[in-house]
């Protein structure tokens, strides 16, 4: 990291203020020769940008000494007017002394590198300006505050305590040490594969969060279920016709509901077709219905549910959206909750949003904050307890292969935060990332 970098960090376009980043350890020579000396650190100063002796623009420089600034650098920012030209001139200017276009993510991989963060709350950073919701921000706030990192941290002192232990059998056979000293590790060791596999079990609400809850409309053709999209996302989303089979694809609206993202799914109608393009959508609606976190049933009532494709799909916890209620009425499923609505009335659409926004709620809050937001993390914590599992089962038969076991799991823990080994992952981690940050 010799090289100084730059990056646009406001959105590109006409604005009233356009921001320019700066990180390097040539920031302070580069402010000098455009013009922007002198600057005191911390305090903003107004400076004449200049490029080849014109004025760039009058701007409003800040400037922060390293290590004390985002990314542990000699850094500053450029508050230009958010002209086009402003900027294409601003950039070009620092271009001609030497600095290079930042990549996507690198401020925040130089910060990571510099000891700023560790990975999990560079990742926040980049949840956090994704955010689109309250609990989204509100996770992504948790996590870089740390305590991603500490649940983590916490699995892993454990996990080192149990291997102090078996460690200090094998090292000392010799000196005064309880026998069997490594067998006391046990009860540790259950206790964190009882916590790893309850993060594991609340691995889905984070990811939920963060990427957006999937509901899926399942049902037969002619249910209802465009209908009943276009009321939940409050727009003609999709085409609503009295043929059956109309649509043939999914359809998906990002949505919010009781301060939750939702991806919400219209899917073809389910049943036998030997048309080759419905056939594709039937076998889409099917994957999505497999994948979904909760389905809508809907149903109406010209249709009888032991005839109904769906239903194979609907599970116990989901719901039945008894739908055209001013057509008739519809007997339920039994063993499975249901509402009656009609999006031609408007009947029950109030009450089946307030059902979706108590359901998201008990999925997705909850008092601790989730062990997992990314899979990158779940993909680590199944590694780790699979070692402890494995160190568990060697402990009473050879201490040293639990070692082995137990400083693998540690390895996999680490990796989470970037406390080793982590080369191999920083693309993975910061290739999401915007240019600027």
């Not at 889409?284 to 194979?312: H, Y």
Request: glycine residues 8%; hydrophobic residues 45%; aromatic residues 4%.
């Amino acid at each position: 990291m010799t090289d100084t970098i730059f990056a646009l960090a406001t959105p590109a376009g006409r604005g009233a203020v356009a921001i320019i980043r700066i990180s390097g350890p040539d920031t302070a020579q580069v402010l000098e020769r455009i013009g922007a000396g002198g600057v005191k650190p911390r305090l903003a100063s107004v400076r004449n940008i200049k490029h080849d002796g014109r004025l760039v623009d009058q701007a409003l420089i800040l400037r922060f000494v390293g290590p004390n600034s985002y990314t542990g650098e000699d850094s500053a920012e450029l508050h230009l007017h958010g002209g086009r030209a402003v900027i294409e001139a601003a950039s070009l200017a620092l271009i001609t002394h030497g600095l290079r276009p930042a990549e996507a993510g690198e401020f925040t991989r130089r910060a990571f590198q510099n000891g700023r963060m560790d990975l999990a709350q560079a990742e926040a950073v980049a949840d956090l300006i994704d955010a689109e919701t309250e609990a989204q921000k509100a996770q992504a706030l948790g996590q870089l505050d740390g305590e991603l990192s500490q649940t983590y941290a916490g699995f892993r002192r454990d996990l080192l305590k149990a291997l102090s232990l078996v460690e200090a059998e094998i090292d000392f056979p010799d000196e005064e040490v309880p026998d069997n000293l490594a067998r006391t590790a046990g009860p540790v060791l259950d206790q964190l594969m009882a916590d790893l596999n309850a993060a594991l079990a609340d691995s889905d609400r984070g990811r939920r969060v963060r990427e957006g809850y999937r509901i899926v409309l399942i049902g037969e053709t002619n249910a209802g279920k465009s209908s009943l999209f276009n009321a939940l996302t409050a727009r003609e989303a999709a085409i609503v016709t009295p043929i059956a089979g109309t649509t043939r694809d999914v359809l998906d609206a990002d949505i919010m509901i009781g301060g939750y993202a939702v991806t919400l799914s219209d899917t073809a109608g389910l049943r036998d077709s030997d048309d080759v393009v419905e056939a594709e959508g039937i076998r889409r609606a099917r994957a999505r219905a497999e994948g979904a976190d909760l389905r809508l049933w809907v149903r109406s009532p010209s249709q009888t549910a032991i005839d109904d494709p769906a239903a194979q799909f609907a599970k116990a916890d989901d719901l039945q959206v008894l739908n055209k209620a001013d057509l008739g009425a519809l007997a339920p499923v039994e063993g499975m909750q249901h509402l009656t609505v009609s999006t031609q009335t408007g009947q029950g659409l109030a009450e089946l949003h307030d059902w979706i926004a108590a359901r998201l709620a008990r999925d997705l809050s909850g008092a601790d904050f989730p062990a997992v937001t990314r899979e990158r993390h779940r993909r680590r914590l199944v590694e780790a307890l699979s070692a402890v599992e494995a160190g568990r089962r060697a402990l009473d038969i050879a201490p040293e292969m639990a070692g082995d076991d137990l400083r693998r799991a540690a390895d996999s823990l680490s990796r989470v935060t970037g406390a080793i080994g982590v080369e191999d992952i920083l693309g993975e981690v910061f290739s999401s990332f915007c240019i600027g940050k």
